[in-house]
C-alpha cells in the first residue's frame, strides 16, 4: 500500500466522519439552546412588562427588550427540528403535536411573529399605552402555542 494511497484513504474518512457528525441530530444539544433560546424570550417579555407597570416607564429600555423580542422571534421554528421531541429521550415540555401537526404548528409562529412586529413597531414609537396593548396581544400568542404545544405539567417557574 503506496502512502498516497494511505494518506488519501485516511482523509477520505474524516470527510465521512465530518458529514455523519453534521447531520446526526445532537437532540440533548438543540433542547438546550431551545430551553436558552426561551429563556432570552421571557427576560424580554419581563423586561418590558416590569417597566410598563410603572407610571412613567423609561420608554428607552422597553424599545430596547421589544427590539430584541422582535428579533428573536423569527428564529423560533428553528429549534424544533425533526428528531427534537419527547421521543428523542431528552427532557422536554414540547409535545409531539408539533411535529405530527406542523400546519397548526406553523399558524402559531405566523401567530407569534406578526404579534412580535407589531408589538416593536408600537414600542418604537414611544407610546406606552399603546406598548401595552400590542404586549398583552403578543403574550396571548405565547399562551396561545403553551396551550396546544407545551406540556406544562411539569412545569414549576
Ligand atoms: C409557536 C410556539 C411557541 C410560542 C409562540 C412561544 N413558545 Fe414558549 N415554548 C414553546 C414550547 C414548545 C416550549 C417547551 C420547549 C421544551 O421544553 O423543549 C416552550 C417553552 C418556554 C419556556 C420554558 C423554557 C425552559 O426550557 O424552561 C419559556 C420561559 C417560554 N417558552 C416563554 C415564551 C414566551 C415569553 C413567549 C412569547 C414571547 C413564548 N414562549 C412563545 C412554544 C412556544
Redesign the pocket.
Same mark, same amino acid.
Given at each position: 500500500m503506496s502512502l498516497n494511497w494511505t494518506l488519501r484513504a485516511g482523509a477520505a474518512a474524516i470527510v465521512l466522519a465530518t458529514a455523519v457528525s453534521a447531520y446526526a441530530l445532537d437532540a440533548a444539544s438543540v433542547?438546550k439552546a431551545?430551553?436558552d433560546y426561551?429563556?432570552s424570550?421571557?427576560k424580554?417579555?419581563?423586561g418590558a412588562g416590569d417597566e410598563l407597570k410603572k407610571p412613567e416607564p423609561s420608554m428607552a429600555d422597553v424599545k430596547a427588550f421589544a427590539a430584541t =423580542?422582535d428579533k428573536l422571534a423569527p428564529e423560533?421554528?428553528t429549534h &424544533?427540528p425533526a428528531g427534537?421531541g419527547p421521543d428523542a429521550g431528552i427532557?422536554?415540555?414540547?409535545?409531539a403535536d408539533?411535529w405530527s401537526r406542523p400546519a397548526d404548528?406553523k399558524k402559531?409562529?405566523d401567530?407569534?411573529t406578526t404579534a412580535?412586529h407589531a408589538y416593536n413597531a408600537a414600542a418604537q414609537t414611544g407610546d406606552a399605552g399603546a406598548t401595552r396593548t400590542a404586549r398583552m396581544a =403578543?403574550?396571548k400568542?405565547?399562551g396561545?402555542?403553551?396551550d396546544s &404545544?407545551?406540556?406544562e405539567e411539569h412545569h414549576n417557574?
Open positions: 433542547e431551545r430551553s426561551f429563556h424570550l421571557g424580554a417579555m419581563k =423580542l423560533l421554528a &424544533f427534537s427532557k422536554t415540555e414540547a409535545k408539533i404548528f402559531a409562529v401567530a407569534f412580535a =403578543l403574550g400568542t405565547c396561545g402555542c403553551h &404545544f407545551r406540556n417557574h
